[in-house]
């Protein structure tokens, strides 16, 4: 998903897990490498990469806090995006429903 369709998506007042780019993933289930979030939990940006996350074409995706260089790094097995931690405007925290 690249950032203006991100930002598209957010924008509408559906909630997240019915919008139709999200409910395209979240349809397949969720990824065997999935890692549990715990709501209301605050935790410092891992030293790892964390996975088990998937794109909208369903590929899996690896995001990287890249510190020393004030980076985020958004990875596929095809490529790596590189973002500047200073163009991360807002998050987007959603509830996975059924």
């Known amino acids: 998903m690249d950032v203006v369709e991100m930002e598209k998506a957010t924008t509408t007042k559906e909630p997240l897990c019915r ?56 990875s596929t097995k095809e490529r790596t995006e590189k973002l500047p931690m200073g163009s991360i405007k807002s998050e987007v925290i959603g509830a996975r429903r059924d």
């Not at 397949?28 to 999935?34: F, I």
């Not at 549990?36 to 909208?56: D, T, Y």
């Open 19 to 74: 919008q139709k780019i999200h409910r395209k993933v979240l349809d397949k289930g969720l990824p065997e490498d999935v890692m549990p979030g715990i709501k209301n939990l605050k935790e410092s940006l891992p030293p790892v990469p964390l996975s088990g996350m998937l794109n909208k074409h369903g590929g899996k995706v690896r995001l990287t806090f890249k510190l020393e260089s004030d980076q985020l790094w958004l």
